[in-house]
């Protein structure tokens, strides 16, 4: 049978230790000895009673504890934090702008013409107010799905090829498509187109 | 109704609620009421009146001993285990409860004992008269003969490699499981053992130098 590791050393000296490693220390003096002596000095370190400091040193421990927090400048809060609504804003645009800027690969969809000559009247079907809106921001400015260009389009800084709007607007959830809508709008009017 | 809490003498997990003030207590003994660790920190994060007071009347107690442990002075160790309350503090909000609040602090103090036995050579002293409660069951010469003997314990153990002499300390006189010890340090249950077997091994080598 093996000697005991440190670990089987340490369980002994804290009464742990499994009994078929037990029936070794019976056999074997060396890790009798050493268990023995380890067990010895654990009881003597367990014998040293605690220091027990008067109630007055407790008041005045508290209250300077108290008075270094008191004392500890408040760390101020990262930069973005008083700024993060308007960073989320910003980076929404960001990720709208991308999207639509992407030359995806048209989705086959029935009924949906890619071509650059898309009928938005396909989308009329569809039961969603953001759709409608797209829709009639795109009847103002027909350019931007016949693949030419509009200045509206080129003050939003987009790069629009022929059907990419098509495209992308299919692949937004309703309430990108309504974010987009509203964007868009806002842009437009504040352009003046 | 509010009452007066006391509990730093009793083990943390407790829920003791008394009237009047208890020994341990001071001026400004917090007035509220919480069982949990986890309602004691929310109490605090939400800056609840007497909230940190309350932890520190309940922690403060093992926390000293401890950086009194490793450092075997009145004066290192109050400053160590002030520092530990003051971290304690700033750090509350990482507090997860994934492990008990007293084994958070046992991390903070462990940290903040090796960082300074790393810096500087602890300088044992004992106890001043002042500074300590005496037995009233022992006689003088038996309390001086005891005295005299944890004095060399403590200086053996101050003695020690920093990890067996945390290993040691958190075992012996904490009764910390070999698993928290083993987070605490950052090591696995079978080193945390062994530290704890050289520990004991290093000490009585010392202790048979005296």
Do not use: W
């Given at each position: 049978m093996s000697h005991l590791s440190p670990a089987e050393f340490a369980d002994h000296a804290e009464g742990t230790l499994a009994p078929a490693r037990e029936a070794h220390l019976h056999e074997c003096r060396g890790c009798r000895e050493q268990a023995d002596a380890v067990r010895d000095a654990f009881a003597t370190t367990r014998d040293v009673t605690d220091m027990e400091p008067s109630p007055l040193f407790w008041?005045?421990?508290?209250?300077?504890?108290?008075?270094?927090?008191?004392?500890?400048?408040?760390a101020p809060p990262p930069w973005w934090r008083g700024h993060a609504a308007m960073l989320a804003s910003a980076i929404t645009v960001m990720l709208l702008v991308l999207v639509i800027g992407l030359d995806a690969p048209r989705p086959r969809v029935a009924g949906i013409p890619m071509s650059s000559g898309a009928s938005i009247s396909a989308l009329d079907a569809r039961p969603d107010a953001a759709w409608d809106m797209l829709a009639s921001l795109a009847e103002e400015d027909t350019s931007v799905t016949s693949g030419a260009p509009s200045d509206a389009a080129h003050a939003l800084g987009l790069s629009v090829r022929p059907a990419t709007v098509d495209a992308a607007v299919l692949e937004l959830s309703a309430a990108e498509r309504e974010e987009l809508g509203r964007l868009l709008k806002d842009e437009l009017k504040r352009s003046g187109a | 109704m509010l009452t007066r809490a006391w509990t730093?003498?009793?083990?943390?997990e407790w829920k003791v609620t008394l009237t009047g003030p208890g020994p341990d207590a001071d001026d400004t003994?917090?007035?509220?009421?919480?069982?949990s660790d986890r309602?004691?920190?929310?109490?605090?994060?939400?800056?609840?009146?007497?909230?940190?007071?309350?932890?520190?009347?309940?922690?403060?107690?093992?926390?000293?001993?401890?950086?009194?442990?490793?450092?075997?002075?009145?004066e290192d160790a109050?400053?160590?285990?002030?520092?530990?309350?003051?971290?304690?503090?700033?750090?509350?909000?990482?507090?997860?409860?994934?492990?008990?609040?007293?084994?958070w602090l046992y991390r903070i103090g462990v940290n903040v004992c090796l960082n300074r036995v790393g810096s500087k050579t602890p300088r044992p002293g004992p106890l001043t008269h002042e500074d300590r409660l005496p037995s009233r069951a022992e006689g003088q010469a038996d309390a001086v003969?005891?005295?005299?003997?944890?004095?060399?314990?403590?200086?053996?153990?101050?003695?020690?490699?920093?990890?067996?002499?945390?290993?040691?300390?958190?075992?012996?006189?904490?009764?910390?499981?070999?698993?928290?010890?083993a987070g605490i340090l950052g090591s696995s249950v079978g080193a945390v053992k062994a530290n704890f077997f050289h520990a004991l091994k290093n000490l009585r080598k010392l202790l048979g130098e005296v």
């Open positions: 008041e005045h421990f508290s209250a300077r504890v108290r008075e270094r927090i008191a004392d500890t400048p408040v | 730093s003498s009793v083990r943390p003994a917090p007035l509220i009421e919480v069982s309602e004691l920190v929310e109490a605090c994060l939400a800056e609840r009146p007497g909230a940190f007071d309350l932890l520190l009347q309940r922690h403060r107690r093992q926390v000293y001993q401890l950086c009194y442990r490793f450092v075997s002075n009145h109050s400053d160590l285990a002030q520092d530990v309350f003051v971290r304690a503090y700033r750090g509350l909000r990482n507090f997860r409860g994934q492990s008990s609040l007293a084994t003969l005891r005295e005299e003997r944890a004095r060399q314990v403590r200086a053996a153990i101050a003695r020690l490699p920093k990890r067996q002499r945390a290993t040691l300390i958190l075992r012996a006189y904490h009764d910390l499981p070999h698993e928290d010890i």
